[in-house]
């Protein structure tokens, strides 16, 4: 009762805010203006990459959000451009799209929470066309012990009030489990953030 009414009138909010520092914004103009084509983005949240798109080489967006909550903040944000978008309101385990059908898949900061992962990723894979690229700029596993550890330890209380963030995933090496090739995959702590959930990881990915 008390978690339907955290996820439903709080965790929105406060993804949107944690989401929208500078340093994220940052990120986001490094990955998101490559995005070309039919484009899938896989977690649109609230919509914040919205502002970072190169409109003139988008087709089509669908942006997929398992939360109804985040996707009616993302369709308000919308209106404010003029893109051709269809939300999906739905996980990634299950994608509502015919396969070799995107040009593109967007991904920022939404691995860390997807629950059944390896389900997500082979639906990813299904829906993309041979060629095209997934466009990723997620925060996850740090490289120094000093602070893996804590992330490893504080895990399981964040996820729980981060509607199921995982702090500690090794993001290149889940995407090269699930069968994708990694290119330009560049990666730091991000400046004035807790480095707990500050070490990011971007680049593109193929079949
Ligand atoms: C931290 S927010 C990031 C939102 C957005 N991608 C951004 O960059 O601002 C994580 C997002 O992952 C979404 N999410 C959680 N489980 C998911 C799943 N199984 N499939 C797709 N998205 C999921 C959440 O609803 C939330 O919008």
């Known amino acids: 009762m008390i978690k339907k009414a955290y996820d439903k009138y709080v965790l929105p909010k406060l993804l949107d805010v944690c989401c929208s520092t500078k340093p994220i914004k940052y990120q986001r103009d490094k990955i998101v ?3 070309a084509g039919t484009v899938l983005e896989v977690g649109i949240g609230s919509g914040l990459n919205l502002p970072h798109y190169n409109l003139s080489n988008i087709d089509k967006i669908y942006g997929l959000d398992p939360s109804a909550e985040l996707c009616d ?3 308000k944000n919308a209106l404010e451009f003029d893109i051709n978008i269809d939300f999906l309101i739905n996980g990634a385990e299950e994608i509502k799209l015919k396969s070799n059908s995107v040009d593109t898949v967007l991904i920022t900061y939404t ?3 997807i629950e059944k992962i ?3 990723f082979n639906e990813i894979k299904r829906v993309m066309k041979p060629d ?4 990723f700029c997620e925060h996850g ?3 120094d012990y000093s602070v893996s550890k804590w992330q490893n330890r504080i895990n399981p209380i964040w996820g729980k009030l981060f509607g199921g963030c995982n702090i500690n995933r090794d993001i290149p090496d889940l995407l090269l489990k699930a069968g ?3 290119h330009n995959l560049e990666q730091m ?3 004035s953030t807790p480095k707990i959930v500050g070490y990011n990881y971007w680049g593109f990915a193929s079949i």
Do not use: R
């Not at 095209?132 to 466009?135: D, F």
């Open 33 to 35: 203006p490559h995005a």
């Open 73 to 75: 903040i993302a369709i």
């Open 111 to 113: 691995l860390c929470s």
């Open 118 to 120: 390896d389900d997500s």
């Open 132 to 135: 095209a690229n997934i466009l």
């Open 141 to 143: 596993l740090a490289p």
């Open 180 to 182: 994708f090739k990694v």
């Open 189 to 191: 702590y991000l400046p």
